[in-house]
């Protein structure tokens, strides 16, 4: 008889490789995935523990879930939220759950021929999963990737037009037509909103080396374990070579790649800048000090218009908070070298965290004049949660919720800032 699965995901990209990879795994071993929850043997619950809201969001669905299971049907839920938090489940599921380091779980499934860690050593390695696109099937245009790459051309060629009738008007008026233009461009984007859905995935590395004092997806993750770097390279070339041209490096920790294997980003993007192919890369998710650190190779493959996007999960702009967040640079650097990298018309997205135990309202201030000097941004907004055994929750001086409501507000009202989360 037909075992079915179902899959409710609520997991952030970082994790989309290991939901792909479990219904890899389930197809391989003659289970069928259904769109109907109430015809599912198995029902996956894929489940993120960033904040305390998400928690919260996690427990809810577990309850509507179990309202819409047949009669002898699993739940099984995974992703980071199980090992991070596993007391805030507890008076609500005690069942089986696969993390993104232990998916031992599956083997104890009906019809289970080839077991988890046997699937996983027959692909070409751990990390294949991810690949938002086939190898053999390339990417579809698409209005993103137009919008992506047309953008900066019709701002040129908008400037081009106002020159030609600049006798025509004042040159106050002709500057002033320019700068809404150029603004209503901006905001006309927004749809693109880094989506992955039109990248080609390349997954260069697992798990995290950082210590970050108010994260617990370290916990969970488990230690960096970084792919070879020739690997990478030739996923790159293959991709490309079927016809993608826009491809997502990411990692859980991009900056830190290499550090087990005796390597390093920077030699990475080098051997990337040397790739004489039709492609461009989104960066994605790499620290304030890795972007300090391989800025050469980075600000490199800008220049050879192999960088069209660079995700820095920024968090705060005053030094004291950085600080106290285990996240220590030099502010002034940062700002300095990405204002060099915009004149490469470079796309940014950054990750700001409000409410950091102690944070003073001039302290998030110097987030906010970091945000209107470097302009132009998409943000990734969180308010401060409390994490299970992590540093950060023990300080002192937690920030009332309508404080860091009202500071949210402040963010969402700048111009030319657009939140996406």
């Keep these: 008889m037909d075992a079915y699965f179902f899959t409710i995901n609520m997991v952030c990209w970082r994790r989309q490789d290991e939901k792909q990879m479990v219904e890899e795994f389930l197809l391989s071993n003659s289970w069928r995935k259904t769109d109907d929850i109430s015809s599912a043997d198995v029902v996956f619950l894929f489940t993120c523990g960033l904040t305390q809201e998400k928690v919260k969001m996690a427990i809810s669905e577990v309850s509507k879930t179990k309202e819409m299971l047949k009669k002898d049907a699993i739940l099984i839920m995974g992703g980071c ?18 993390t993104p380091t232990d998916f031992s779980a599956l083997n104890n499934l009906s019809n289970i021929k080839i077991n988890i860690e046997d699937f996983i050593k027959s692909r070409k390695n751990e990390f294949c999963f991810s690949s938002g696109v086939s190898h053999d099937k390339p990417v579809q245009e698409s209005k993103i990737r137009d919008t992506f790459t047309q953008g900066p051309d019709i701002l040129r060629f908008s400037k081009s037009i106002f020159h030609k009738i600049k006798k025509m008007a004042s040159l106050q008026t002709i500057n002033s037509i320019f700068h809404w233009l150029k603004d209503r461009i901006f905001k006309r984007y927004n749809y693109w909103q880094f989506n992955m859905d039109k990248c080609f995935n390349i997954h260069i590395a697992k ?18 374990k970084s792919r070879p770097l020739n690997d990478c390279i ?11 041209k826009m491809l997502h490096l990411y990692a859980d920790c991009v900056g830190d790649y290499g550090l087990d294997i005796g390597t390093n980003l920077g030699e990475l993007l080098e051997k990337i800048s040397k790739i004489n192919k039709d492609f461009f890369l989104w960066l994605c998710d790499i620290q304030p000090a890795q972007f300090l650190k391989y800025f050469k190779q980075i600000e490199n493959l800008c220049k050879l218009k192999k960088i069209r996007a660079l995700h820095i999960p920024i968090q705060s702009a005053n030094a004291r908070i ?20 915009k004149k490469y018309s470079i796309w940014f997205k950054y990750d700001i965290m409000i409410g950091f135990p102690g944070e003073t309202e001039e302290e998030f201030e110097d987030t906010l004049r970091f945000l209107q000097k470097t302009k132009k941004s998409f943000c990734f907004v969180v308010c401060y949660s409390d994490r299970p055994n992590t540093l950060a929750s023990q300080l002192p001086g937690k920030i009332p919720e309508d404080v860091m409501r009202r500071r949210l507000d402040k963010i969402k009202k700048m111009k030319e800032i657009i939140i996406i989360g």
Excluded: W
């Design 81 to 98: 939220l199980p090992k991070i938090d596993s007391d805030s489940l507890e008076n609500i599921f005690n069942g089986k759950v696969i």
């Design 207 to 224: 798990g995290c080396a950082r210590d970050c004092s108010y994260c617990a997806i370290r916990f969970a993750i488990g230690p960096l």
């Design 234 to 244: 030739e996923e790159i070339e293959t991709a490309v070579d079927s016809g993608n």
């Design 322 to 341: 950085l600080k106290l967040m285990h996240r220590q640079i030099d502010i002034q650097e940062l700002e300095n070298k990405i204002l060099r990298i």
